[in-house]
């Protein structure tokens, strides 16, 4: 753990996962003594096995969900910028479009809407 803690980022998600639970009688270390260690690092305990597949799914799920909880706040913050960036690009293409719209001038019948919206609005 103290690897973990020194080399990997600061919020990684870490749990233990006590594989080869479908050897029973075999194991070396047991269910309670990994839960036991798990407590004691506060970490997530898991009992799988890749042979039949027991656990893992679930293994992998509890993971996914821990990161995505607690990337979701710097993703949030990162689509935000992303979309104030683009709400002052599109607002910069409208100013561009209303002034090469606005340089007919007027007609007989006055001046042109684009000219008229660049007047009021830009």
Do not use: W
């Not at 973990?4 to 233990?16: S, Y």
């Not at 996914?64 to 979701?72: G, Q, V």
């Not at 002034?99 to 830009?122: D, H, I, V, Y």
């Amino acid at each position: 753990m103290q690897d973990i803690h020194d080399k990997a980022p600061k919020d990684v998600k870490v749990v233990l996962c006590g594989n080869k639970s479908d050897l029973g009688e075999e194991r070396v270390v047991t269910a309670a003594e990994g839960g036991e260690l798990a407590e004691e690092f506060g970490i997530p305990y898991f009992e799988a096995s890749a042979k039949t597949g027991d656990n893992v799914s679930l293994l992998f799920m509890d993971l996914t969900k821990s990161i995505k909880e607690s990337r979701l706040p710097r993703l949030l913050e990162f689509d935000s910028s992303l979309s104030s960036e683009r709400r002052r690009k599109d607002a910069a293409k409208s100013h561009e479009s209303a002034f090469r719209l606005g340089r007919g001038g007027e007609s007989k019948n006055g001046p042109s809407a684009a000219t008229t919206f660049e007047s009021c609005c830009l």
